[in-house]
């Protein structure tokens, strides 16, 4: 029996330090990404809803359905273009126009239709609010609504084609294995580039 404990104690252990690898291998791939970006024409900036943070559906309730939310298995940011989006207070302030298109970024280390971690990039255009929530007034409030709902909205990401009581939204998102992306050229290449191409011919 000591023996099996001991084992358990080394297998937590382990278990914490490499999830906490891994999300520290994720927010660097969010900044590297975030810097290429801001190079760009565009100038594009990180969203900022809450804050210099990621957006994720999450959970800290005992009951069964929620305990699986405790650990981060699906996060997102968006970037968009500096002309599109306000700074207030450490926040962005994006107001939905029908002008407005962001690059959606999408990390999801773990999920029933994943084999492995994988990342999708791309454009989201074509969105409105319908007006009908009174806490939705500007994308950065859609956020959470949208990866509540991401079953919906992002069952296929090549074509994104959603619409509800309370936004529309349209859009095209690449996938990339995580593990793919092994240094700043893959990140280059692989995500950045083609996603830039979607989004400007969108």
Same mark, same amino acid.
């Given at each position: 029996?000591?023996?099996?404990?001991?084992?358990? #104690?080394?297998?937590?252990?382990?278990?914490?330090?490499?999830?906490?690898?891994?999300?520290?291998?994720?927010?660097?791939?969010?900044?590297? $990404?975030?810097?290429?970006?801001?190079?760009?024409?565009?100038?594009?900036?990180?969203?900022?809803?809450?804050?210099?943070? #990621?957006?994720?559906?999450?959970?800290?309730?005992?009951?069964?359905?929620?305990?699986?939310?405790?650990?981060?298995?699906?996060?997102?940011?968006?970037?968009?273009?500096?002309? $599109?989006?306000?700074?207030?207070? %450490? $926040?962005? +302030?994006?107001?939905?126009?029908?002008?407005?298109?962001?690059?959606?970024?999408?990390?999801?280390?773990? %999920?029933?239709?994943?084999?492995?971690?994988?990342?999708?990039?791309?454009?989201?255009?074509?969105?409105?609010?319908?007006?009908?929530?009174?806490?939705?007034?500007?994308?950065?409030? $859609?956020?959470?609504?949208?990866?509540?709902?991401?079953?919906?909205?992002?069952?296929?990401?090549?074509?994104?084609?959603?619409?509800?009581?309370?936004?529309?939204?349209?859009?095209?998102?690449?996938?990339?294995?995580?593990?793919?992306?092994?240094?700043?050229?893959?990140?280059?290449?692989?995500?950045?580039?083609?996603?830039?191409?979607?989004? +400007?011919?969108?």
């Amino acid at each position: 029996m000591a023996q099996e404990k001991s084992v358990l #104690i080394d297998q937590t252990g382990l278990a914490f330090e490499f999830l906490s690898k891994l999300y520290f291998e994720v927010s660097y791939l969010i900044k590297e $990404m975030e810097g290429l970006l801001n190079q760009e024409e565009e100038k594009f900036l990180i969203g900022k809803p809450s804050g210099y943070g #990621i957006s994720t559906r999450s959970s800290t309730g005992l009951e069964p359905a929620n305990v699986g939310l405790w650990l981060l298995k699906k996060m997102a940011v968006f970037f968009v273009p500096e002309v $599109m989006t306000k700074i207030e207070k %450490g $926040m962005t +302030r994006t107001d939905v126009t029908p002008e407005l298109k962001v690059l959606y970024l999408r990390i999801i280390l773990d %999920g029933r239709s994943t084999k492995q971690p994988v990342v999708y990039l791309g454009p989201l255009f074509g969105i409105e609010n319908k007006g009908r929530a009174k806490w939705i007034s500007k994308f950065e409030h $859609m956020m959470n609504h949208i990866e509540y709902n991401d079953q919906k909205v992002f069952g296929n990401p090549r074509k994104v084609n959603y619409e509800d009581a309370y936004l529309t939204i349209r859009g095209e998102l690449l996938k990339v294995n995580l593990f793919d992306i092994t240094d700043s050229e893959a990140v280059t290449t692989r995500l950045i580039k083609p996603s830039l191409q979607l989004y +400007r011919e969108h």
